[in-house]
C-alpha cells in the first residue's frame, strides 16, 4: 500500500540520524535524496553508511550488495532536488529556527500533498509546523540511534496532523522494517522525556563523584539490564543532540529537566562524544 504512495524519500541532513535513515531506505528499496548544506557533510554522510554497509554485510544481515543500496542513494545539497520526493524527512540540528527555515523551504519546493516528516528529538511538531500554509502535512518521525540497528520508531502527531499523515508515518516506519509506538506532541514524548533526565542524572552522578564513569555505566547496566549506561550513551547520542534536547525539555517542564553542568562545559569544549572522537570516553 505504502509502495503505492512513496518512491522517493528525501532526507535533510547528512549527518549520525539522517545518514541512517538515508541507508535504510535504500536498503528496503526505496530512491533517496539525501540532502545537507555543505559537499564534506554529504561526503561524510556518505562515509558513514559505507561503514555502516560494510559492518551488516560481514555479518550477513544485507540481502544485496552495499553498492547496489548505496546507489539509491543520491547526495547533494541543492534544495530543489528534494522537489521531486513523495515524502521528506528532516533530521537537520535540533534547534527550532533551523528546523522552521528548512520546512518553509521544503514547503517552497515540495507538492502540497507531499508529507514533510520531522525527526526532532523533543520540539514540538506543533511550533516547527505553525508558520506553513498545510501544517496539517507535518508529523513526527522520530528514528533510534543507529537507526540500521534500532528497531523503534516513535510516530509524533502534532496538533493539526491528519489522521492519512499518520497511517501513513505508521505504514512508512513498518515497510522499513520497524516497529512504531505513537505519542502526543508533549515536550520529549515519550522516549526523550524520560531518557534526558536519567542521562543528565548520570552525568551529575559522574560529576560529583558518586563513581568512576566506568563504574556509572556498569552499575546500570548490569543492575538495570539496559544495553548501554548512561555515559556511554550519551557519546553516541551526541552531547550537543544531549544538551539541545535537555534545555528544551528544561525550557518546557521545569528545574527537574535541567541540564548537567558537565554537559554544557563537554559541549563549550568541542567533545561532543563518539561523532569527535571524544566525549566522557575516547573513540577511535
Ligand atoms: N543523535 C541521536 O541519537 C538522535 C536520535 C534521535 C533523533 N535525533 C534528532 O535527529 C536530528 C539530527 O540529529 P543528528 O544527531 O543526526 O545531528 P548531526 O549533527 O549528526 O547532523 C545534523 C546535520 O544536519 C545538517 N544541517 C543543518 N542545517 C541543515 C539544513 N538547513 N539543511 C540540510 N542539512 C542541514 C548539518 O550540516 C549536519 O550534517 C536532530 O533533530 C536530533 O535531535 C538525534
Same mark, same amino acid.
Given at each position: 500500500?505504502?509502495?503505492?504512495?512513496?518512491?522517493?524519500?528525501?532526507?535533510?541532513?547528512?549527518?549520525?540520524?539522517?545518514?541512517?535513515?538515508?541507508?535504510?531506505?535504500?536498503?528496503?528499496?526505496?530512491?533517496?535524496?539525501?540532502?545537507?548544506?555543505?559537499? /564534506?557533510?554529504?561526503?561524510?554522510?556518505?562515509?558513514?553508511?559505507?561503514?555502516?554497509? !560494510?559492518?551488516?554485510?560481514?555479518?550477513?544481515?544485507? /540481502?544485496?550488495?552495499?553498492?547496489?543500496?548505496?546507489?539509491?542513494?543520491?547526495?547533494?545539497?541543492?534544495?530543489?532536488?528534494? !522537489?521531486?520526493?513523495?515524502?521528506?524527512?528532516?533530521?537537520?540540528?535540533?534547534?527550532?529556527?533551523?528546523?522552521? %527555515?528548512?520546512?518553509?523551504?521544503?514547503?517552497?519546493?515540495?507538492?502540497?500533498?507531499?508529507?514533510?516528516?520531522?525527526?526532532?528529538?523533543?520540539?514540538?511538531?506543533?511550533?516547527?509546523?505553525?508558520?506553513?500554509?498545510?501544517?496539517?502535512?507535518?508529523?513526527?518521525?522520530?528514528?533510534?540511534?543507529?537507526?540500521?540497528?534500532?528497531?523503534?520508531?516513535?510516530?509524533?502527531?502534532?496538533?493539526?496532523?491528519?489522521?492519512?499523515?499518520? %497511517?501513513?508515518?505508521? %505504514?512508512?516506519?513498518?515497510?522499513?522494517?520497524?516497529?512504531?509506538?505513537?505519542?502526543?506532541?508533549?515536550?520529549?514524548?515519550?522516549?526523550?522525556?524520560?531518557?534526558?533526565?536519567?542521562?543528565?542524572? !548520570?552525568?551529575?552522578?559522574?560529576?560529583?563523584?558518586?563513581?568512576?564513569?566506568?563504574?556509572?555505566?556498569?552499575?546500570?547496566?548490569?543492575?538495570?539490564?539496559?544495553?548501554?549506561?548512561?555515559?556511554?550513551?550519551?557519546?553516541?547520542? !551526541?552531547?550537543?543532540?544531549?544538551?539541545?534536547?535537555?534545555?528544551?525539555?528544561?525550557?518546557?517542564?521545569?528545574?527537574?529537566?535541567?541540564?548537567?553542568?558537565?554537559?554544557?562545559?563537554?559541549?563549550?569544549?568541542?567533545?561532543?562524544?563518539?561523532?569527535?572522537?571524544?566525549?566522557?570516553?575516547?573513540?577511535?
Amino acid at each position: 500500500m505504502v509502495r503505492e504512495q512513496l518512491d522517493r524519500i528525501g532526507v535533510v541532513g547528512a549527518g549520525t540520524m539522517g545518514s541512517g535513515i538515508a541507508q535504510v531506505a535504500a536498503a528496503n528499496g526505496y530512491e533517496v535524496v539525501m540532502r545537507d548544506i555543505e559537499t /564534506e557533510y554529504v561526503e561524510n554522510g556518505f562515509d558513514t553508511i559505507d561503514d555502516s554497509l !560494510g559492518r551488516l554485510e560481514s555479518r550477513g544481515d544485507l /540481502e544485496e550488495e552495499p553498492a547496489t543500496i548505496r546507489d539509491r542513494i543520491e547526495g547533494t545539497t541543492l534544495l530543489d532536488d528534494l !522537489g521531486d520526493c513523495d515524502l521528506v524527512v528532516e533530521a537537520a540540528l535540533e534547534e527550532l529556527a533551523v528546523k522552521r %527555515d528548512v520546512f518553509a523551504d521544503l514547503e517552497r519546493v515540495c507538492d502540497e500533498d507531499i508529507v514533510l516528516a520531522t525527526n526532532t528529538s523533543t520540539l514540538s511538531i506543533t511550533s516547527i509546523a505553525s508558520d506553513l500554509e498545510r501544517p496539517e502535512r507535518v508529523i513526527g518521525l522520530h528514528f533510534m540511534n543507529p537507526v540500521p540497528v534500532m528497531e523503534g520508531v516513535e510516530v509524533v502527531v502534532g496538533e493539526k496532523t491528519t489522521d492519512a499523515v499518520t %497511517d501513513l508515518a505508521h %505504514d512508512l516506519a513498518a515497510d522499513l522494517g520497524k516497529t512504531t509506538w505513537e505519542a502526543d506532541d508533549k515536550p520529549g514524548f515519550v522516549t526523550n522525556r524520560i531518557l534526558m533526565p536519567w542521562i543528565n542524572e !548520570g552525568i551529575r552522578a559522574y560529576d560529583e563523584g558518586v563513581a568512576s564513569k566506568e563504574d556509572i555505566d556498569a552499575g546500570m547496566e548490569l543492575g538495570t539490564n539496559v544495553p548501554m549506561g548512561p555515559l556511554t550513551l550519551a557519546d553516541h547520542i !551526541g552531547l550537543d543532540v544531549c544538551l539541545h534536547a535537555s534545555e528544551t525539555l528544561h525550557e518546557e517542564l521545569g528545574d527537574r529537566y535541567k541540564p548537567a553542568y558537565l554537559l554544557k562545559r563537554k559541549v563549550e569544549a568541542g567533545d561532543l562524544g563518539k561523532k569527535t572522537g571524544r566525549g566522557f570516553y575516547e573513540y577511535e
